[in-house]
């Protein structure tokens, strides 16, 4: 994805502490939460993946944790960090259909597992599961679907 899709979403924090695995952000609205996925944007416009795993207040400042997931490449898949977003990096909101894109696999040839953030849905590769495979749910969650 583009920095040119990014114009609906909004700065939500900064990073102030970076590694290739977990990254310190001053919150900047109110509308964060634990388990959300984030976008952060260095300035050179590299664009990684995260998820807050912990809030915490600091002197009346509110911070959080977020495990780095990966780095976005220019198709908006998911890869390994090269190196870890910069500190005051931007921290913002995935637009729509983002994280859905980046974690799973084709739509048009994957199976759909569920959804995994705000009603997006989750394939996965029918080469992962050529084997052996579980689906467990509970009665009427559309096992045989």
Request: glycine content about 10%.
């Amino acid at each position: 994805m583009g920095l040119a899709g990014l114009n609906e979403t909004k700065t939500i924090g900064r990073i102030q502490q970076s590694s290739t695995h977990e990254l310190i952000f001053q919150v900047l609205d109110d509308s964060v939460v634990e388990d959300d996925y984030v976008l952060i944007v260095d300035e050179k416009g590299t664009q990684f993946l995260g998820i807050i795993t912990q809030l915490i207040h600091v002197q009346k400042v509110q911070k959080g944790k977020i495990r780095l997931l990966g780095m976005l490449d220019v198709d908006g898949r998911l890869s390994r960090c090269k190196s870890p977003p910069s500190v005051d990096s931007q921290l913002m909101q995935p637009p729509r259909g983002l994280v859905s894109a980046a974690l799973s696999y084709k739509a048009t040839d994957g199976i759909c597992l569920g959804e995994i953030a705000e009603g997006e849905p989750f394939y996965l590769s029918p080469q992962i599961i050529s084997r052996h495979t579980l689906v467990a749910a509970t009665t009427g969650a559309g096992k045989s679907y």
